[in-house]
């Protein structure tokens, strides 16, 4: 099935072509059609099933833009999945003009409150945060169409469920409510029950791969002390990484999620609870520090590999005591999984041995002079970085609706704090710059021109 046989407007279409999204997945292809029609879903999947997508799409395409009040509620359980799902929603719903706010915890009221009073069609936001906008009477949900709960299973474990169903208790009763979940409980299923409409329930299964170049990974532990313990030990052995836990400043952890993002480093170590945030396509490893407690945490995990229809690899540490807990995992995936013992001294020596070997190969390579491939090549040089929020696939959406360009006239593209550069190819920078001397990004007029470097 192709995006254009699901009934979906022009402009929804060009978003996802933009995007580079080309064939629905299977839970999009079940979700999509269902929505659209106003039919209640529980959706049980795992990360990178592409399920943001999966309401996202029928969702914008819902949007009646001229309507000014808040036509859709997303609740999601952390500020850094907030970000992304809002992130993700704007560009599906860029060229038909369809309007996006977060709210999260620990961020100030009064910013949040002029943002709203905006003209805004979809709210992503956390519970608490939620909730505390609905008591003051800043946020108004009396025109919700559309509810969507993102791993509410997340969500009740951190104790959010009084405020999810104060939340839902407070909207209108015909409209149409999504429920996303990798596992369920019986608080889940009572949710279902008493503020859903005959939902039809949809089970995506996980598939897993294998590959052997890695270029990125995630280490992901339960404690956020044996977090820090791993990441000191991987920074002291001179591995580019970093680590994302609760104990950091919201500040700080989006840093760190964009900087992974951007392929600042190859290694991010991570909680569990932390990894919620990550929706990052070109993770090809996960390591489990230790098997999970809870089945369904496993098959979630290494969800975050393999993504967007690539191949991906998931390790998993096992002691004597989690053999029993691994015996469930496999009983609950269905399959066996490989073992393997750790290797002796002389072999982690030996490994090391090759590694640094290859990375000479690698350094003499690159020292090589390079033929030039494309010599219609045109850096621009972008007037807004990082301290206006503007990231790559901004700047991605933005340049790909310029008339006569699209996504693979777009080539690397680097945000710095003050500016950003961007190559244009396939000899149309030249035909850019000669009818923009600015372009708008994420709201704000930026001006371009010709990169000197």
Known sequence: MKFNELNLSEDIIKALNNLGYKNPSEVQEASIPKLLKGEDIIVKSQTGSGKTASFGIPVCEKINIEEKKVQCLVLTPTRELAIQVKDELSNIGRIKKVRCAAIFGKQPFNEQIRELKQRVHIVVGTPGRVFDHMERGT????????????????????????????????????????????????EIEEICEEYMRNPMLLEVKSKVFNRDRIEESAIEIEEKNKV?????????????????????????????????????????????????????????????????????????????????????KAITFVNHYEKKYLENVEEYIGYEIRKASLPSDDEVKAGRKIFKESQKVQLKESKKPKKEVHGDIVKIHVNGGKKKKIRAFDIVGCFSNLPGLTGEDIGIIDVQDGFSYVDILNGKGDKVLKSFKEVTIKGKKVKIQKARK
């Open 139 to 186: 946020l108004d949900l009396s025109e919700v169409n559309y509810v969507v709960i993102d791993e509410a299973d997340k969500m009740l474990s951190m104790g959010f469920i009084d405020q999810i169903k104060d939340i839902l208790g407070e909207l209108r009763l015909n409209k149409t409510t999504a429920l996303f979940s990798a596992t369920f409980s019986k």
């Open 228 to 312: 820090k313990s791993v990441y000191k030990m991987l920074k002291d052995e001179g591995i580019t990484c970093n680590e994302l836990h609760g104990d950091m400043e919201q500040k700080k952890r989006i840093e760190v999620m964009e900087n992974f993002r951007d392929k600042h480093f190859k290694v991010l170590v991570c909680t569990d609870i932390a990894a919620r945030g990550i929706h990052v396509d070109s993770i090809e490893l996960v390591i489990n520090y230790e098997v999970p407690m809870e089945t369904e945490s496993y098959v979630h995990r290494i969800g975050r590999t393999g993504r967007a229809g690539r191949e991906g």
